[in-house]
């Protein structure tokens, strides 16, 4: 099973941000109910082991701001995220990667980067607008399944872990 864990928006922010994507009209949107922030990807795994690896990890609820636009041409992709990563996001990411490994998962090395993808084989747009104020409460994260197919890649919450006020 293909697992990874993220952080979901609210559907009204998923819708927003969907929204301002599709105004830019230089590449494929992601799909409204696909807009996340991956936290660690897993790759190959098995659910049991992966939730297990995650439960004992704690974290505070916060909010998640998202300030910044980019467009990055060697990946042809659009993404916004905070201009810095909250201080509880990053204690968590941390937590959670700390976890995983002691568990035997081989994660990427590279520092983690608070950023959530809204447009996949972008070209460069000729401008990118003010983002929409969006309110993203970060009260759980998720260990979710991914599947691919012809059509793009759907998502299935496998279990969520909530974190405390």
């Known amino acids: 099973m293909r697992l990874f864990f993220a952080i979901w928006p609210p559907p009204q922010t998923a819708a927003a ?75 968590l990411v941390e937590g959670l990667h700390a976890g995983l490994k002691s568990a035997g998962f081989i994660l990427e090395e590279r520092p983690f980067a608070a950023h959530i993808t809204l447009l996949r084989k972008a070209r460069a747009p000729d401008e990118l607008p003010p983002l929409p104020r969006v309110d993203w409460p970060v009260d759980e994260f998720v260990l979710v399944r991914s599947r691919t197919s012809p059509r793009g890649s759907s998502y299935e919450p496998v279990e969520r872990f909530r974190l405390s006020g």
């Open 17 to 91: 941000l969907h929204a301002w994507a599709e105004s830019l009209a230089c590449g494929k949107v992601i799909v409204r109910e696909n807009i996340h922030l991956t936290l660690a990807f897993l790759g190959e795994a098995d659910p049991a082991k992966a939730a297990v690896a995650a439960k004992p990890v704690r974290g505070r609820r916060h909010e998640l701001p998202l300030e910044v636009a980019r467009y990055v041409k060697r990946n042809e992709m659009v993404w916004v995220a905070p201009r810095a990563t909250p201080r509880e996001l990053a204690q």
